[in-house]
């Protein structure tokens, strides 16, 4: 037990590939600046439109408004009211909203939907719908407080959420109105980690988490057309697939195949789009990890605040001028989220650090820092006038690359493209004008600009700046992290014995990298492949040797930690489900035909790792103080050919012709079927033989 949740924490993640679908995920929500859809949109920023659409005609369902929800229909999706299945039932939930408002006229009104909708409708839409419709009329004389009556259950303002639910699912079909692929991929591996969780008896470390940002209501299946009951008979490998992804009976999983017309892939993406998120509670992790990455920009008109995604309710830290705008120029989010400063406490272990000492200390920019002391450094070089170096938090050239955040906006017509970053930024520049407050940086903002210039110098490769600057911050650093030390010394020597200054490449070995072994038994083996690399060609690609993006996330982890500024929830959960993803299929015993769809196997996919990687992972806990283990790069990433993650058993492995076990043993678990075909050679009949002699 203790190993899996051990696991958990430590599985390697390409953070490369999860900014990639971030980014994605806040420019089709629309949620970040310059996200307006490009000339060749993708496929989640085209269908903006729609899912604004959809989430409209949802609120006007779920509010009773029947009348504005049928005209949004009818101006935008008219196809969709063909389905008279689907006309009758907008009908009849319209003719009890009007009773429920107890009016006299609204009486009248709901007498005449009957007559001139309701009954025509409930002639042709399906066999049932008839004595539905003669039910129904019990409400004009039964009243809706009345719990004894037989049209309780019509009265019931449930009803208006399901056919909310249920339109939400036929629209997301007919428009091709999918979520972003970000959306869907945590929909999917948190159900699979609690699923995996279940079946292994135990707790997850982020229930707090899964259990609050995936509900556990799912929007009612869109159901086929008649037309389609007769549909041919579909693979029995996809049927199963389905069934066992999104956790569907097999008629579950063969009615949505008829829905998606034998489409696997829009049957499993219709399924995955019912199952319901919190939406703000994912932009608040979105937001968090975007700063954390330096993906968008702090506030630095906010002093002292910063995103904190709590273990009991969520609550998010204004952190940036978008924050206020839904207070001065109606853009941002819906939700109501409430500012609260982050005490930043920590162990002895952390560094205490106070505002003048941040303050000071100068972080230079990969192209302005100065020359070091040491003779045979690799780093590039300059000399800023008067040899000042310049605050990384003072100066615009790395944050002029950071988006803004403007938070989620659901109120825009839907006729009308989303307002143009042009309105935000005079709407933003009216907010900052508007307080008086100063470009002054805040302690906490210090640290996130100290960290992301760390990360950024060391995905340059600049080591020994980065060292430099790290012993002058936190002296102690290195002797709670001697791993990322002899890292960084591994990134100097590989780029000196590039330069073919094998002398100083030597040097540094012997000044730093054997010392560090000696201390530490479990680098000598990474030493000694660290030593060999003087006997390779000096034309090798330097990528394959120095996967800066992998350590360069680790020192953020690491670095922010010791600063008091924790890893992103986003993070967390990311790790952890991905590690019950891919055991999970190991206990199934085959592969995931859907993660490359969602770019899981991306998730997965590790670069080369460097040399001293292997002997961080046994010796992480007792030398990082609570520091995260190396993390994977996208950098040198390689796609399998069968578009799998690593490590994961198929039947095929053993010989197991698919279809027998599918369809030989419905009634075993998967994983004992196969054992039983893998003991006589993959015979179903000679299984059957022995099971029933």
Not at 243 to 271: C, M, P, Y
Not at 305 to 315: D, E, P
Not at 599 to 627: F, H, M, R, Y
Request: hydrophobic share 35%.
């Amino acid at each position: 037990m203790c190993e899996i949740l051990e696991a958990m924490d430590s599985t390697p993640v390409n953070w490369e590939a999860l900014d990639a679908l971030v980014i994605d995920f806040a420019k089709s929500e629309r949620l970040i600046d310059g996200s307006s859809p490009p000339c060749s949109p993708s496929p989640s920023s085209s269908s903006y439109k729609w899912r604004l659409l959809i989430s409209q005609i949802r609120r006007f369902l779920e509010s009773g408004d029947i009348d504005s929800a049928i005209d949004l229909l009818r101006t935008h999706a008219p196809a969709v009211l063909d389905d008279h299945r689907l006309l009758f039932r907008l009908q009849k939930q319209k003719f009890i909203e009007l009773l429920r408002k107890g009016t006299d006229e609204d009486r009248d009104s709901a007498i005449k939907c009957v007559r001139a909708s309701l009954a025509p409708c409930a002639l042709d839409a399906y066999p049932e719908a008839y004595e539905e419709f003669k039910h129904v009329l019990l409400a004009l004389i039964y009243d809706k407080d009345d719990e004894t009556s037989p049209v309780v259950n019509e009265w019931s303002e449930g009803r208006r959420f399901e056919i909310a639910g249920f339109l939400s699912s036929v629209l997301r079909a007919h428009l091709h109105a999918y979520d972003p692929i970000f959306s869907m991929t945590l929909r999917y591996l948190i159900s699979i980690h609690k699923g995996f969780c279940l079946h292994q008896g135990f707790s997850s470390p982020i229930t707090n988490l899964t259990e609050r940002l995936l509900l556990e209501e799912r929007d009612p299946p869109a159901t086929p057309q008649e037309s389609l009951f007769e549909a041919p008979p579909f693979d029995e490998v996809d049927i199963q697939a389905l069934a066992h992804a999104v956790e569907l009976t097999r008629q579950g999983a063969v009615d949505s195949l008829k829905f998606a017309k034998g489409d696997l892939h829009q049957a499993f993406q219709n399924e995955l789009c019912r199952m319901r998120l919190d939406i703000t509670l994912l932009d608040e992790l979105v937001r968090e990890y975007c700063i954390y990455r330096g993906i968008i920009e702090s506030d630095p008109t906010n002093h002292g605040k910063g995103l904190h995604v709590t273990s009991g309710k969520a609550v998010v830290d204004q952190l940036d001028p978008g924050s206020n705008l839904s207070e001065n120029c109606s853009i941002g989010s819906d939700s109501d989220m409430s500012s609260s400063s982050v005490h930043i406490g920590g162990s002895q272990s952390k560094l205490d650090l106070t505002s003048s000492q941040i303050a000071d200390m100068e972080v230079r920019y990969p192209h302005e820092t100065t020359s070091s002391n040491e003779n045979c450094s690799t780093s590039k070089t300059h000399h800023p006038q008067g040899n000042k170096a310049v605050q990384r938090n003072r100066s615009p050239m790395e944050r002029g690359k950071r988006k803004r955040w403007r938070g989620r906006n659901e109120n825009l017509e839907i006729v009308s493209e989303p307002s143009s970053d042009t309105d935000l930024i005079d709407c933003t520049k009216m907010d900052i004008k508007k307080s008086s407050m100063t470009y002054n940086v805040s302690n906490r903002l210090d640290k996130y600009e100290i960290i992301l210039g760390m990360k950024e110098l060391a995905s340059e490769g600049m080591t020994t700046e980065v060292v430099e600057e790290i012993n002058a911050l936190d002296p102690e650093f290195f002797t709670h992290n001697p791993i990322l030390l002899f890292q960084m010394k591994q990134v100097e020597f590989f780029k000196l014995v590039r330069a073919g200054d094998h002398s100083c490449a030597l040097k540094v070995a012997s000044s730093h990298l054997g010392p560090l072994a000696a201390k530490d038994q479990a680098l000598l083996k990474p030493l000694k492949e660290t030593l060999l690399t003087l006997l390779k060609s000096t034309e090798e690609p330097i990528g394959k040797q120095l996967p800066l993006d992998t350590l360069a996330t680790s020192l953020q982890v690491a670095l922010g930690r010791r600063l008091g500024i924790e890893e992103p929830q986003l993070m967390r959960i990311i790790r952890a489900t991905l590690n019950t993803h891919s055991e999970w299929f190991k206990l199934q015993m085959c592969k995931d035909q859907f993660e490359g769809l969602l770019w899981i196997n991306s998730l997965k996919e590790v670069g080369s790792p460097l040399l001293g990687d292997a002997a961080s992972k046994s010796t992480i806990d007792t030398c990082t103080q609570g520091s995260s283990p190396a993390t994977v790069s996208s950098s040198n990433a390689r796609m399998h050919e069968d578009g799998s993650s690593p490590n994961q058993i198929s039947s095929t492995d053993i010989g197991c012709d698919e279809n027998s076990i599918i369809k030989e043993f419905l009634a075993l678990p998967r994983a004992e079927a196969i054992h039983l075909l893998a003991q006589y050679n993959g015979n179903a009949e000679t299984v059957i033989q022995q099971i029933f002699a």
